[in-house]
């Protein structure tokens, strides 16, 4: 079987369709003719239609004998070639599709349980990692970057593993079988990842990316950032069996010497990562399941900093200073995708004129309006080239007259988890419920940015403190509040704290 979309039409209020097949060469007689009217969609019409499309790409296009995550389809990807961080962001696009209703509980559960035993079964580990990419029919490792890329890929599993506690605390109930599998492979695969172990120097607080049983550390990568591998800290932090110290998560996601940035781009102060942000990649997989928002460490508060990222990205091209066709301020975003002439890492300091839809579509939870009308804009004036079976394809160049023709799995793995992050906050939810996850923030010294007074909860003690700063834009500070307490204060980001404010406050109170 097969999926047919048709996004947009001539401007005529009803549509007429009819398919025939080709059997041997020989075309049908057609079917039936049927009509269709169009009446328009409303927003959550139209997330509705992105997400159930994309996860098409996860459900229709997955590997048909171990359902994982093909590496791209269309793009020149063998159909065998698997991937890991792929298949993890599937594995949450499949839960909110359960919960959107595009397919139900039980065919999800059994098809997670069959991607869990291959994961767990079949394909090889290398100290508890996988690889990033697998034959999906034998399981056996493929190299992905070079020949001695034969072994365990530690950033791919984090984006793996993330995908395993989102649906362990999903797949809850304890009196189906499945599901309990479900439930239990999660939990053995997540104890069996060695994290401490791809640490190149003994004691080192520096995780590395690769490591080969024939080639050891040759590729020689570590795990520093800015980048968009800062779940494989967390988790490794995390981790009740392997565990890394705390101070790694410091000294060495931290302490590279280009973290801390703290500099303004059109208006839009970053505080950790490259000039410009970087690629909006770097602002997606790591927080698919890790919620970011009201969480400071001694760095950043990290929402904050996606959402400036991504602000960034959407002023460098509405203000299009490269000229390049089609930018604006409803056409914007760049990140890692195919292009015409290869594949790159696209940001505003690397720019080809190249637009993924993943970039703006990804960053929802920070940018909302600005996303949705990139929504749009791809929709109802990109259609007809961009919009295809699993939804928008990779990417597209207008000045080289480009549209991709197919998709890449680390594109499409973002998009239903963080659009659904913005509507409920689900795979956030979900996520943050693992019982390893609170004290990994504690020992880091992540803390939610309301929590004034730090005793673990957000109470009435806190909302006096709040209270101190609550003035709005005539009057702020009435209760002369710190700066860096006003910052915390301003919740929704619009430079005063308010009533708004204090609603979001009234969200996020715990108790007692």
């Not at 499949?94 to 869990?116: D, H, K, N, P, Y």
């Not at 109930?173 to 599901?179: F, Y």
Request: net charge negative.
């Amino acid at each position: 079987g097969g999926t047919y979309t048709d996004p947009v039409g001539d401007g005529s209020p009803r549509y007429f369709y009819y398919v025939t097949a080709v059997i041997s060469g020989t075309e049908t007689s057609p079917s039936a003719m049927v009509s269709a009217l169009y009446n328009g969609m409303h927003d959550d019409e139209l997330l509705d239609v992105i997400q159930q499309a994309t996860l098409r790409y996860f459900w229709d296009d997955a590997h048909p004998v171990c359902g994982l995550a093909r590496e791209g389809v269309g793009l020149g990807h063998s159909p065998d070639t698997v991937t890991t961080g792929g298949t993890g962001m599937g594995l949450m696009t499949i839960v909110v599709g359960v919960e959107r209703g595009f397919i139900t509980r039980a065919q999800a559960a059994a098809r997670v349980r069959t991607m869990l035993a291959f994961l767990e079964d079949v394909t090889p580990r290398y100290h508890g990692a996988w690889s990033h990419h697998y034959h999906g029919v034998t399981g056996a490792t493929i190299p992905f970057a070079g020949y001695q890329d034969n072994g365990g890929d530690l950033v791919e599993t984090a984006f793996l593993v993330q995908g395993l506690l989102t649906v362990r605390q999903y797949f809850d109930d304890p009196a189906d079988a499945v599901e309990d599998e479900i439930r239990t492979r999660a939990t053995r695969m997540w104890r069996g990842v060695e994290w401490s172990w791809y640490r190149r120097y003994p004691g080192s607080d520096v995780l590395y990316w690769h490591w080969s049983p024939n080639y050891g550390w040759a590729l020689n990568h570590p795990i520093r950032g800015y980048n968009e591998a800062q779940i494989v800290y967390l988790l490794a932090v995390a981790s009740p069996t392997y565990p890394m110290p705390a101070s790694s998560y410091h000294n060495g996601w931290a302490g590279g010497g280009g973290y801390v940035n703290g500099q303004s781009y059109y208006g839009h102060t970053i505080w950790v990562g490259p000039p410009y942000g970087g690629p909006l990649f770097f602002t997606h997989y790591s927080n698919l399941g890790f919620d970011p928002r009201y969480k400071r460490d001694a760095y950043a508060n990290y929402f904050d900093n996606a959402r400036n990222i991504a602000r960034v990205h959407h002023a460098y091209c509405a203000a299009n200073p490269l000229g390049f066709g089609g930018y604006s301020a409803y056409v914007w975003g760049l990140t890692a995708s195919f292009n015409p002439w290869g594949y790159d890492a696209h940001s505003p300091t690397n720019d080809n004129g190249t637009i993924a839809p993943t970039a703006a579509l990804s960053a929802m939870p920070y940018t909302p309006a600005e996303s949705l009308a990139a929504a749009r804009q791809y929709y109802d004036v990109y259609g007809p080239y961009l919009w295809g079976s699993a939804g928008f394809r990779d990417a597209f160049n207008l000045d080289a007259g480009w549209f991709a023709p197919g998709y890449i799995a680390i594109d499409q793995g973002p998009i239903v988890p963080m659009i659904e992050n913005y509507r409920t906050g689900l795979c956030w939810r979900l996520f943050m419920s693992n019982p390893e996850i609170a004290p990994m923030m504690r020992a880091i010294g992540m803390h939610h940015e309301v929590d004034f007074d730090a005793d673990g909860d957000i109470d009435a003690a806190d909302f006096a403190l709040f209270g101190g700063c609550l003035g709005g834009p005539e009057n702020p500070c009435p209760g002369g509040c710190s700066a860096a307490r006003f910052a915390d204060s301003d919740l929704d980001g619009d430079g005063d704290v308010d009533l708004a404010d204090a609603a979001v406050f009234q969200r996020l109170f715990t108790g007692p």
